[in-house]
């Protein structure tokens, strides 16, 4: 058994394991599914490794760890919990920071609300909307926006999203015309606001996802369902995140909060463990 030490973060509800480490391979990722068990173990979406930088000026680099021990390439949640979690162990003083991700490096404007809370504002990079694809599940013809957001996601505009998630949730983030699996989205129009709901890859149903989020305005802007640079209220079932996305310029920034929920310590069991 070993030792370990962490602190809690949440975005929106999507919450994450935060673990700040001198080395990767210092920590086994396959203990992470019974690390996020939210029954026999702490709990969460996933596990956010903080790593140190070498020959770069950004402050850190973030590693994303899904709840089933998969490797994502980008997290928009947990990168706000991460700015804030550096920002806060140099001084808790608002503060931009640079964070590298395996998306690319990712600038962060951290603003405190009061201890351990924070609004947190992320250039995206560029969210491309690559294509529509229509896919066929059980007889259905299911018409998808696949975008990029630094990670695949396949976005669906429904009358009601809550219908079908759970059927078509995991069968589109499995369907074999994606090679990686995908991140799904669905999406209804509510007056100014986009509701959404997530099936993300690795994790399943949760409260929020931040490339989500962006993903879904570009494909609403694309579709003209949302107008392109201003900011765009996603409604998730965690709260409000706000997306402004210029598809002339590919530039996208996605604005929300992060908190602070506990620290903690565990011990774990090598993965082949009793």
Known sequence: ??????????????????????????????????????????????????????GTPAAARMVVVNADGSIPEMCGNGLRCVALHVAAARGGADRELVIETDSGPRACAVSFRGPGSATVRIEMGPVRLLEARRIVID???????????????????????????????????????????????????????????????GVGRTLACGTGACAVVAAACAKGLAPARVPVSVRLPGG???????????????????????????????????
Request: aromatic share 8%; with cysteine; net charge negative.
């Open 1 to 54: 058994m070993r030792r370990l030490v962490f602190e809690k973060y949440e975005g929106l509800g999507n919450d994450f394991i935060v673990l700040d480490l001198e080395r990767r391979d210092a920590f086994d990722a396959r203990t992470v599914p019974s690390l996020c068990d939210r029954r026999f173990g702490i709990g969460a979406d996933g596990v956010l490794l903080v790593l140190p930088t070498f």
């Open 139 to 201: 007889g259905e013809a299911v018409d998808l926006s696949v975008v990029d957001a630094g990670n695949p996601h396949a976005v669906a505009f429904r009358a009601d999203p809550s219908a079908d998630i759970d059927e078509l949730g995991p069968e589109i983030a499995r369907h074999p015309s994606f090679s990686r699996g995908t991140n799904v989205e669905f999406v209804a129009q509510r007056g100014s606001e986009l509701e959404v709901l997530v099936w993300e890859r």
């Open 240 to 274: 409000l995140l706000s997306v402004t996305h210029d598809p002339a310029e590919g530039r996208t920034e996605l604005e929300g909060p992060a908190r602070h929920v506990f620290h903690g310590e565990a011990t774990t069991l090598a993965p082949d463990s009793p």
